[in-house]
């Protein structure tokens, strides 16, 4: 969509048609369009209404009920913030005493929703017109809100007096205009120095305001976290969505935290001073035969952060190897960041051995899970060749850098 498109779509016109439309249905989309254009409704409206029918059925997933009544972008959907999580973000600054938050980069609007939807006053900026525009139609319930178009290196900030209740946020753009991958979709940014605004602006701004969030990439280094911070990495039902920095009085503790987000709600929070002495550092495997009953897989939050060791002490086991993830141990223990299985056979991994232990055992289905090795999941399995009516869980992983075959079953 351009500019023109959304102005029209916002027209009373335009919204009307928007807010008429039925559930969107990828099969039954061209025949509407044709109707509505054959009903007198000019072409480019009825694409923009179509084109926001499809991204508000993309967008429940993350805005539930509020996605009705929303604009969307392609990639502003795709990088804003899950309902769930800006209303964490918005609490933390509810919680620190801040009466206003300005929003630098707001895009289309998420975390500003959140944050407004707690009374707090909002001064959003975005750089881009239209997606300006889009996030003031979001934000159009909230009288405290407003948004204002403009470059976060150009806003002037509040000094002395002014500043004392009022924080930031900022979600720095990680893609490349104008720049698309193999779907299609604008292509992403990975290097801490292709944001925007850059990672220096952003700790400039938490130098002037002490009460600054940033929302970064769940690949920001360890080595990249100021000092003095909270950096928590974020998953949602274990996908991990986000790495946030937090300055001053937004820290709840400062250092390497993973906050886990169940799809059902419920949470958890890993610190570092879970993992006792080590700080997140786990103890390793010294060989096959120190693997245990039980295997432990953490949530891709806790492994981000570093806070493997949390795992290993709350189970009393070890790593595997270092970085894989997996944990073993012989004891059985419910912890709510980590799935857990049972150990039914331990070995190197060699595909005719495998191969061989399998069909003795009638196994013709195997679900095949892999971490810190380069292994080809349905190479293995043509190269085992199975068939049978059993089924088994193969984790493929490494100890002490050589490969091996773990055969388990979830617990």
Not at 80 to 92: D, S, V, Y
Not at 353 to 365: F, H, K
Request: hydrophobic share 45%; charged share 20%.
């Amino acid at each position: 969509m351009d500019l023109a498109a959304v102005k029209k779509l916002i027209s009373g016109e335009g919204w009307g048609l928007l807010q008429s439309l039925p559930p969107y249905d990828e099969t039954t989309v061209l025949a509407l369009g044709e109707g509505l254009r054959a009903a007198g409704f000019d072409t480019d409206l009825v694409a923009a209404a179509l084109t926001q029918s499809r991204l508000r059925a993309k967008g429940h997933e993350k805005f539930g009920e509020f996605a009705a009544g929303m604009l969307f972008t392609a990639d502003g959907l795709e990088q804003a913030t899950r309902l769930e999580i800006a209303a964490r973000h918005a609490q933390r600054f509810r919680r620190a005493g801040i009466r206003q938050v300005i929003d630098l980069g707001c895009g289309i609007g998420a975390d500003a929703m959140a944050l407004a939807g707690l009374d707090l006053q909002v001064n959003a900026v975005e750089v881009d017109e239209m997606t300006a525009l889009l996030a003031g139609v979001n934000l159009r319930h909230w009288p405290g809100a407003v948004v204002s178009v403009g470059a976060v290196e150009d806003t002037q900030l509040p000094t002395g007096e002014g500043a004392r209740h009022t924080g930031a946020w900022l979600d720095p753009a990680r893609r490349t205009p104008g720049v698309s991958d193999a779907r299609g979709r604008t292509r992403r940014v990975f290097r801490l120095d292709a944001i925007s605004p850059s990672w220096a602006t952003v700790q400039s701004i938490a130098r002037s305001l002490p009460a600054t969030g940033a929302k970064m990439s769940p690949s920001l280094p360890h080595a990249a976290v100021p000092a003095g911070t909270e950096a928590q990495w974020t998953s949602f039902a274990g996908e991990v969505l986000e790495c946030a920095i937090w300055w001053g009085p937004l820290v709840t503790k400062a250092g390497r935290s993973a906050l886990v987000i169940g799809s059902k709600g419920r949470s958890y929070t890993v610190r570092e001073a879970d993992a006792g002495p080590s700080g997140g550092s786990a103890p390793v495997a010294s060989s096959l035969a120190q693997v245990g009953g039980w295997l432990y897989e953490p949530d891709k939050a806790v492994i981000r952060a570093g806070l493997t060791g949390a795992l290993t002490s709350a189970v009393d086991g070890v790593e595997l190897d270092s970085g894989v993830g997996y944990v073993t141990s012989d004891k059985c223990v419910d912890v709510g960041y980590a799935k857990r299985f049972t150990v039914t056979e331990s070995m190197p991994l060699n595909v005719k051995a495998l191969r061989a232990w399998l069909r003795d055992r009638d196994v013709g289905r195997v679900t095949i899970k892999k971490r810190g090795v380069t292994l080809d999941a349905d190479g293995l399995r043509h190269q085992l060749r199975l068939s049978g009516p059993e089924e088994m869980t193969l984790v493929i992983t490494r100890v002490r850098n050589h490969q091996v075959c773990l055969v388990v079953r979830p617990a």
